[in-house]
């Protein structure tokens, strides 16, 4: 691995959001359709949490069991709100960090996804994926 490369190269920087606003379901639908594991909530453009899919699952089937997606919906719209789902204030790096600074964060860390920031905004998202993926071109 090249010690400086920066994290720019790997992120993934045209993310889908929520909004702290939005309701519960907005997850499902995201996790089911678009095929990812990680998203960021936003407030403005300032990161203010992230929901993982593990996070999600802890309190969409734990609680609810085997209902169909409508019945689901309704029962996490009407017993969460995102900011009790969400991780708050999640260890991020700066857009200037490097590969292998985000190498040692998500290896000691425990955590699958890095949120990328430029002061408070979220500029971009590296997951232990984006490593491998990388590690796997050297």
Do not use: C
């Not at 085997?66 to 790096?93: C, F, S, W």
């Not at 290896?107 to 994926?129: D, Y």
């Amino acid at each position: 691995m090249r010690k400086n490369e920066p994290v720019t190269k790997i992120m993934t920087k045209d993310l889908i959001t929520v909004h702290d606003g939005e309701p519960v379901s907005r997850l499902r639908q995201i996790f089911e359709q678009d095929n990812i594991h990680h998203i960021p909530v936003v407030s403005g453009e300032r990161l203010i949490g992230i929901v993982s899919w593990n996070d999600f699952m802890r309190v969409s089937f734990g609680e609810f069991g085997n209902q169909d997606a409508k019945g689901l919906d309704a029962m996490l719209d009407h017993t969460y709100k995102i900011r009790e789902v969400m991780r708050q204030n999640p260890l991020t790096m700066p857009a200037t960090g490097t590969i292998r600074d985000a190498a040692k964060a998500l290896g000691s860390n425990g955590f699958h996804s890095l949120p990328v920031v430029e002061g408070e905004k979220l500029v971009g998202l590296v997951t232990s994926t984006d490593l491998i993926k990388y590690l796997a071109e050297q």
